[in-house]
């Protein structure tokens, strides 16, 4: 993996004045990503891949959305950005990820759920200027760019797209409020250290907060027996079974389309091929809700 360049470096808090080290992260379908280590401390240097119009990645609402919740101490606090580059650069919070057994122990739920009501509690007129981003406006966007490519494939995504305006309709996205949401909240994407922390801000946005909820159900279905505990951490507590299963279908929807429209612009791994199955295994599984 290439080294961050000497100018991205400059950007780090005491690198220029010292000696300092660099090392590649793992993880990521996105980016690339260093620890650089200084005489003022650790920092996370991401860098974009160039895919970011093509898989609806808006790196201002992420750099945005990052130091809204690290007010709350629910991200790492903000450096620098350079949204035309995909750059930023954060303070590095160590921990570990988190795997699927944290999703089926309550406790660890419980912290999770803390997190999110803080993160949805923010001020919504500090969120002045994200945008107002719904799954169905954001499968109707992957699709167009699918069936650009990808003609022959029209029908089906058609098909789901009519299930998927059901859906959203079904989880009643529309009676609740909108707030602050991180969107993407897989293991990997949660740092457990001194505190909590959620990195990875790509797709956050004022957004349903029952969205937050159905990507932890949909990535890790060993949540689901907590599906209750996680609602009313939340402070979602009223809402309905029919309700979660209409959200989670369509966050499912969205992980599918996303690992569809990334093969447009990147030879797709084993484990991409298999994530997008999984996917769409489970859309068929649960498309009569």
């Known amino acids: 993996m290439i080294a961050p360049g000497d100018d991205v470096l400059a950007r780090v808090p005491g690198a220029a004045d010292g000696p300092f080290e660099v090392a590649a992260l793992r993880g990521g379908l996105t980016n690339r990503s260093f620890l650089v280590g200084t005489a003022l401390g650790r920092f996370v240097v991401r860098l974009g891949t160039g895919a970011d119009a093509l898989l609806g990645i808006d790196r201002h609402t992420e750099a945005a959305a ?23 650069i954060t303070e590095y919070v160590a921990g570990r990820a988190w795997e699927q057994s ?30 107002v981003r719904d799954p ?17 494939e029209r029908a ?17 996205a529309g009676a609740r409020p909108a707030t602050l949401v991180h969107s993407d909240l897989h293991g990997s ?23 937050d909820v159905a990507s932890v159900l949909a990535y890790h279905p060993d949540a689901a027996a907590h599906a209750g505990r996680l609602l009313d951490a939340v402070g979602l507590g009223d809402v309905t079974r029919r309700d979660l299963l209409a959200a989670v279908w369509m966050f499912q929807l969205l992980v599918f389309l996303w ?13 991409d091929l298999a994530a997008e199955r999984r996917a769409h ?9």
């Open 66 to 88: 990052q130091r809204l919740a690290a007010t709350v101490a629910v991200a790492p606090r903000v450096i620098d950005a350079d949204e035309s580059r995909g750059l930023l």
């Open 136 to 152: 169905l406006t954001a499968a109707h966007a992957y699709v167009a760019r699918i069936v650009q490519e990808a003609p022959g």
């Open 281 to 289: 295994a489970a859309l068929v599984h649960n498309g009569n809700l």
């Open 259 to 271: 690992y569809r429209v990334r093969r447009l612009a990147v030879a797709p791994t084993s484990a």
């Open 189 to 211: 994407n949660i740092v457990d250290g001194e505190g909590l922390w959620l990195i990875d801000w790509e797709y956050a946005a004022l957004a349903d907060p029952l969205q």
């Open 156 to 172: 089906a995504l058609t098909r789901l797209l009519g299930q998927a305006a059901d859906a959203h309709l079904a989880s009643g």
């Open 102 to 131: 944290d999703f089926a122990t309550p406790g660890q739920i419980d912290r999770l759920g803390s997190q999110l009501a803080r993160l949805h509690a923010l001020d919504a007129h500090a969120s002045a200027g994200l945008p």
